[in-house]
Structure formats: C-alpha cells, structure tokens
C-alpha cells in the first residue's frame, strides 16, 4: 500500500467536519491492474440516498517544485478515472489539494487542463482543517 501525503489527516478531518463518513484507502482491482486511492467517503444526503466520492490527497511539498509534483498528481488522477471508468465505477473522483498550492500555482493554464479533463478538485484550508472549496 502507498505512503499517505503528510497533509492526509488534516484533509480526513476537513471531511468529518462537513459530514462525510471517511473510510480506509481504497484498493480497486481491475483486470490490468489495481490502484490505491487515498480515501473513500461516504454522505448521507437528504436523509434518504448515500452519497460516495473517492479522493486522492496531494499536498504537494514546499520545495518549489510543483511543476513535477502536479504533473505526477494529474497523471495519477486522470489513470485512476480511466481504471474507474472501465470497471464501470460511477463513484465521483476528486484531486484534493491545500488551498495555499490552489492559490498560489493554479494559474490558467492548469486552470485550463483542469477544466479541460474535467479533473474535480476538493480545496481544503489545512490549518482551519476545511473544505473551502469544490471544483465538479
């Protein structure tokens, strides 16, 4: 199983404050391979239908080197959405990101790409440990 981001606590607990039942890593098997995404969450919404998305934390490390670490992190996710998507997994994919990287790095050329793939992006304040924004 993968090493979790250093930021991953702080993203579990940004969730548990707005109400998501945050589970262990997820392992999804397909035929060609398996992958491990951080975390699965669960939601009950309206009080009748559960709402599940998957997440893949990324705190990207302040060593001014974002271009790399993003191209990683954007490469892991637009994998992981094609290993869901031939196994039929609807379960909503998102990149979770501090909001200090989302502020400072994404200009509009990620902005661009982000829009362009269609990459759904959950922001979360690490210090005040919540979610400040969602990108679909």
């Not at 893949?56 to 790399?68: A, I, M």
Request: one cysteine or more; proline letters at 3%; a negative charge.
């Amino acid at each position: 199983m993968p090493r979790l981001d250093d930021c991953h606590n702080q993203v579990v607990r940004a969730l548990q404050k707005d109400d998501w039942q945050v589970k262990k890593s997820r392992r999804i098997s397909s035929p060609e391979r398996d992958i491990f995404i951080d975390i699965r969450a669960e939601k009950q919404v309206n009080g009748t239908s559960q709402q599940t998305l998957l997440a893949e934390v990324k705190c990207f490390p302040e060593t001014g080197v974002f271009s790399s670490e993003f191209y990683a992190a954007i490469g892991q996710y637009l994998f992981y959405q094609v290993i869901l998507d031939g196994i039929e997994d609807k379960t909503q994919l998102y990149l979770v990101i501090p909001d200090h990287i989302y502020q400072r790095e994404f200009d509009g050329a990620v902005q661009r790409l982000i829009t362009k793939y269609q990459v759904r992006l959950i922001i979360v304040n690490l210090e005040a440990e919540a979610i400040v924004k969602w990108i679909e």
